[in-house]
């Protein structure tokens, strides 16, 4: 038997429904999604920012932005934090100043030489922890790496 409908058949096909799409949710600012897809808030990085810590050493290795410079801070900055003397002229001796108003020891960040700075500096930061971990009598191989 054929299939073929005749001109005087109904169609058998069932009407599909179509389906509405929600209205948009709209914020308490009155935006929907879609009108801020591809709007991002801006979320500044921490300033100075965190590169490196050893807790067991007491020292942690920051570089600041804002004022460009690569800073080091022995534990929490107070005078019975204060390294010993050989780190002291191992500082200065690779440029560091101390900053009174901060608590830290900081070097200034060249844009022509920032990259071979930081890579001082965390050299710098790598020597001094393992001179302040043998001072202290801590094994040298418990340091977390970079």
Same mark, same amino acid.
């Given at each position: 038997?054929?299939?073929?409908?005749?001109? #005087?058949?109904?169609?058998?096909?069932?009407?599909?429904? $179509? $389906?509405?799409?929600?209205?948009?949710?709209?914020?308490? #600012?009155?935006? =929907?999604?879609? #009108?801020?897809?591809?709007?991002?808030?801006?979320?500044?990085?921490?300033?100075?920012?965190?590169?490196?810590?050893?807790?067991?050493?007491?020292? =942690? !290795?920051?570089?600041? *932005?804002? #004022?460009?410079?690569?800073? @080091?801070?022995?534990?929490?900055?107070?005078?019975?934090?204060?390294?010993?003397?050989?780190? @002291?002229? *191992?500082?200065?001796?690779?440029?560091?100043?101390?900053?009174?108003?901060?608590?830290?020891?900081?070097?200034?960040?060249?844009?022509?030489?920032?990259?071979?700075?930081?890579?001082?500096?965390?050299? !710098?930061? *790598?020597? !001094?922890?393992?001179?302040?971990?043998?001072? *202290?009598?801590?094994?040298?191989?418990?340091? $977390?790496?970079?």
């Amino acid at each position: 038997m054929s299939r073929k409908r005749t001109p #005087d058949q109904e169609p058998t096909e069932t009407p599909t429904a $179509v $389906v509405e799409p929600p209205a948009p949710e709209a914020t308490p #600012d009155g935006q =929907s999604f879609a #009108d801020r897809v591809g709007q991002r808030k801006w979320v500044p990085a921490p300033d100075p920012f965190a590169i490196a810590g050893d807790y067991v050493a007491g020292v =942690s !290795l920051f570089e600041s *932005k804002r #004022d460009r410079q690569m800073a @080091i801070k022995f534990g929490e900055g107070r005078a019975e934090d204060k390294p010993i003397q050989p780190v @002291i002229d *191992k500082l200065k001796e690779a440029g560091y100043r101390w900053n009174p108003a901060d608590r830290i020891w900081a070097h200034p960040v060249n844009p022509e030489s920032a990259r071979s700075t930081r890579i001082e500096a965390e050299k !710098l930061y *790598k020597a !001094l922890c393992q001179m302040i971990r043998q001072e *202290k009598g801590v094994e040298t191989g418990q340091e $977390v790496p970079f």
